[in-house]
């Protein structure tokens, strides 16, 4: 089995050689997107020298970064914003803001680990861990998958043969394809923002200023947990390498990463913004009334068109952005189980069958929930609201492996992580994980011994693995 390179005396990239790997790999040669225009001389490369800015090549790298958007935009984060919205009204607004740029940050670093590596994070975790670490880190990630999964299915109808057609003729088309559904999302929750009339000044204001409540509890946890997607940073990390550059060539990868950069940048400051739209109008219409606490995927067109007095075509506006979101998003999460399960376990299949097989993962469990559950509505949302929950608590096995590989010099080399950012990220990771926890805790209505006891099992083993990612990553960081 092929192993990152040591780094050169010289600090050189590792020469990763993906082209020739047996195992599998994100993209085959052939796939991949030519840069024009990319290749400097070599004398320039070996400096670093990085090219000046160009448009052209902007749009050439455009694209992963809507793809990874995507999570950000999904049934799940819809369900939380809507009830954010509805429950508390705009005074979460804050928290979904700087979430958001903390998952800026962590897709960032995911984006780096593929571009310097040429391998994605599953891939690298298959061969930095040990085979039982691996097994667990690989159960987390398809419980994350799943969970998001189950949500998406449920909130939409199912077409991943798109996907399975799109992806045989090329990476740009499938990109398209993911740009007009976002570009429908934005224009439909943008057109239902403008025709509710949200106050400007509370928008403001909850944006702003910081404000936490024991009301608000539950419905912070729903929008920490479905903004940062732990199987989202496995996406991302293997979506970069859809663009051909040469690893060994210092400029061409920092030109890639900063590239990446601001199209992920642009990215996910449309899906805030998106996610803004949809919590303000329901912050808007139902904030402070009794129906707010009823509202869930299932009928909020119906309260919403009740809301314009059946004049607006509110309810159409509102199905076509969630068909929308749940297209999308069902799409991205059977290209996320591909490169796990591809990652983690080194499966080498047709892409078709792995794609059959990833969305059997989740299809099969999502019809089952769907079976229990149909007959309430109720049921559903509160079903939702706990898989938010399941992803969050996912969140440590995604985070910590890319942090710690991000941060060593054998896989990064001269790209790795310096003190003042990895500080950063730790202490974003360590928020994140921390927060989701005492919020999962203090949000639960469940009590007695049984519960207690197997909570307590949970949780200890929960927190005594997480600490041991932790610790391996710490003591192997600077191990030549």
């Known amino acids: 089995m092929p192993t990152p390179q040591h780094a050169t005396e010289d600090n050189k990239v590792p020469l990763l050689s993906d082209q020739d790997s047996d195992e599998d790999v994100a993209y085959d040669s052939g796939e991949k997107v030519h840069i024009v225009g990319i290749n400097e001389p070599d004398d320039e490369a070996s400096l670093g020298v990085v090219p000046p800015f160009s448009w052209k090549k902007l749009w050439l790298f455009t694209g992963p970064g809507f793809l990874m958007s995507i999570a950000f935009l999904d049934p799940g984060n819809l369900e939380g914003d809507l009830q954010a919205g509805a429950i508390t009204g705009y005074s979460l607004l804050w928290l979904l803001m700087w979430v958001t740029a903390m998952g800026l940050l962590v897709q960032l670093l995911a984006a780096r680990l593929g571009v310097v590596t040429g391998k994605h994070l599953a891939e690298l975790c298959s061969e930095e861990y040990p085979t039982w670490d691996r097994m667990v880190l690989w159960v987390m990630a398809e419980l994350a998958l799943i969970g998001a999964d189950i949500q998406e299915v449920i909130g939409s109808v ?8 799109l992806e045989n003729y090329g990476v740009r088309k499938l990109e398209a394809f993911f740009a007009v559904l976002i570009a429908t999302m934005a224009v439909s929750f943008a057109w239902m923002f403008g025709e509710t009339k949200p106050s400007g000044t509370e928008l403001l204001h909850g944006v702003l200023v910081p404000k936490l409540s024991s009301k608000t509890i539950k419905q912070a946890v729903g929008v920490v947990g479905c903004i940062i997607m732990p199987h989202n940073v496995f996406l991302h990390s293997a979506l970069v390498q859809s663009r051909e550059i040469d690893r060994n060539k210092k400029g ?56 314009g007095g059946g004049l607006l075509p509110i309810l159409y506006i509102w199905a076509i952005g969630l068909l929308a979101a749940g297209q999308s998003s069902t799409i991205t999460g059977t290209y996320a189980g591909q490169f796990i399960m591809g990652g ?7 892409k078709w069958v792995r794609a059959l097989i990833t969305r059997s993962c989740a299809i099969i469990p999502t019809i089952i929930v769907a079976l229990v559950f149909e007959s309430s509505e109720a049921a559903l949302d509160t079903l939702n609201e706990w898989l938010n929950v399941l992803q969050s608590f996912q969140i440590p096995f995604a985070l910590i ?3 710690c590989l991000v941060s060593k010099e054998q896989i990064m080399g001269a790209f790795r992580i310096g003190h003042v950012l990895k500080t950063v990220a730790w202490i974003v990771a360590a928020l994140v994980i921390v927060i989701n926890g005492l919020l999962n805790f203090f949000s639960s209505e469940v009590s007695g011994l049984m519960f207690t006891s197997t909570v307590s099992a949970f949780t200890g083993a929960y927190l005594a693995f997480i600490i041991y990612l932790v610790s391996r990553g710490f003591s192997s960081f600077d191990t030549p």
């Not at 199912?158 to 057609?165: A, P, S, T, V, Y």
């Not at 990446?260 to 109008?281: D, H």
């Not at 983690?344 to 047709?350: G, V, Y």
Request: hydrophobic share 50%; net charge negative.
């Open 344 to 350: 983690f376990l080194k499966l080498k299949l047709k």
């Open 401 to 403: 492996p890319l942090l």
């Open 158 to 165: 199912d077409f991943d043969f798109i996907f399975l057609f």
């Open 252 to 307: 061409q990868v920092q030109e890639a990463l900063n590239y990446y950069s601001i199209e992920s940048t642009a990215a996910l400051i449309i899906s805030f913004i998106i996610n803004l739209f949809v919590t303000t109008v329901f912050a808007k219409a139902f904030y402070d009334t009794e129906i707010a606490t009823g509202i869930g995927l299932g009928n909020a067109g119906q309260y919403l068109e009740t809301y």
